[in-house]
Structures are given as C-alpha cells and as structure tokens.
C-alpha cells in the first residue's frame, strides 16, 4: 500500500461546476497537508497548507482534513477552463529541524469543459 | 519577487555520464530540496539542504548527490548516468528550517538520459 493514494482520472466536469478532489493516505504521523497544480511542462505550484484536521478557504478554493479518517479534501468552487491542470496532494510530518522530504500523490487530472 | 530558479531547463545526456543541475532558492529562503518526478512514480524526495547542511535523503542511490553553498544556491549532481535517470528534476525552498511548510517549486530541469 502507498502512503499517500490519489485518484490520477481524468476527471472531467462543465464549467462551473464544483470540483471535489481527494487523497487517502496511511501514515498518521502526517501533520502538514498541501495541495499543489501542476500545468503541463511546469512546476508544481503551492495552493493551499493546512495543518492538523479542519477547513481553510482561499478564494474559490478549500481545503478540509479529517485526520481521524486519514482523509484530505480540496474543493474547487465556479470551476473555470483554467482550471484545468493536475493537482497533486503533499504532505508530511513536519518534525522541525529535521523535517522530512514532501510525501506526493500521483496526482488526479482535472479538465473542465467550457 | 523572484521565484525558484532552476538551470538548465532542458538536458540531454548519454548513459554513463555526469550531469550537475542547478537551484537558486527564493531570495531569504535557507532550506532548498530536491524530487525527481517521473510518469509513473510521481513526484519523489531526494534530498534537503539547509544552511549548506543535507538533512534529509530519500530512497536513491548513491550516484545521486548534492550540495548547498552559503547563499542557500544548491546543485544536484547525477553520475554514471542511466536511463531511468530520465525525468523531470523539481527544486523546492523554503522560508524555514521545517521543509514541510509552504515549499515554493521551480519550473524544473526535465533532463533525458539516451
């Protein structure tokens, strides 16, 4: 079994629409969880951190952890072509002065039809 | 404000052969890691410096290394090259010394090994 499982899709929705993406993972030492988008032949940039269990919303964007069910969560609201990308889960358990490298999903391929 | 940048964008390299890559961290970041991302592993950690110290190395071999210099720039050395070396090379920094929060990525080296 993987760490971090990530439904690579392609999921495809109209514009629009809400855009539920997730991640499942194993280890409960994991503390900090990010999600990450990815366009092609790009580098992987930063949306959201979240650290321990609960909700933080940015803009269209919110990102829920239910440490309990080992269980992340990103939202997207009015979805948007541009939107279309690959978006990567990430996490670790962030040990301070000595942390650990990112634990990455393979990432789930997003397309939103105009 | 400048972003993480990665040198060379692109690079092709014979089997057998050594290959040094590039990274200059966000201006005021000190930690500075490494993943190598491929189509069917994913994005996978190498290692991480900070303040020209490796903290952390990930499951590779040996041929794999690097280094980081006092202003927080890092280089990361392939030798012997092979050609599952190929993929898309990915540096990371951050503000502080927990890599796990808010790792800020470069466009990436995407290095081909014939």
């Known amino acids: 079994q993987k760490e971090v499982e990530q439904d690579p899709g392609p999921l495809s929705v109209p514009e629009g629409a809400i855009v539920s993406l997730n991640c499942t993972y194993s280890?409960?030492?994991?503390?900090?969880f990010m999600w990450y988008r990815q366009y092609s032949r790009k580098g992987p940039e930063l949306l959201m951190y979240?650290?321990?269990?609960g909700n933080k919303e940015d803009g269209r964007f919110t990102a829920q952890v239910d440490k309990s069910s080992k269980y992340i969560s990103l939202f997207i609201r009015d979805s948007q072509p541009s939107d279309s990308a690959t978006y990567l889960c990430a996490m670790n358990r962030g040990s301070g002065g000595g942390a650990d490298g990112l634990t990455f999903g393979k990432g789930t391929h997003l397309i939103i039809q105009p | 404000k400048a972003g993480v940048t990665q040198t060379p964008r692109y690079l092709i390299k014979t089997r057998g052969q050594q290959v040094t890559l590039s990274c200059s961290p966000i201006s005021g970041h000190r930690s500075v890691s490494w993943y190598q991302q491929t189509p069917g592993q994913g994005l996978q950690f190498l290692f991480e410096y900070f303040s020209e110290t490796q903290r952390n190395k990930g499951n590779f071999p040996g041929r794999f290394s690097g280094r980081q210099f006092s202003n927080s720039r890092s280089e990361m050395n392939v030798s012997t090259l092979e050609l599952g070396d190929s993929a898309l090379y990915l540096c990371?920094?951050?503000?502080?010394?927990?890599?796990?929060?808010?790792?800020?990525f470069g466009q990436g080296t995407r290095l081909t090994v014939v």
């Open positions: 280890n409960s030492a994991f503390q900090y």
């Open positions: 990371a920094s951050s503000w502080g010394d927990r890599q796990s929060t808010e790792a800020f």
């Open positions: 979240t650290y321990s269990s």
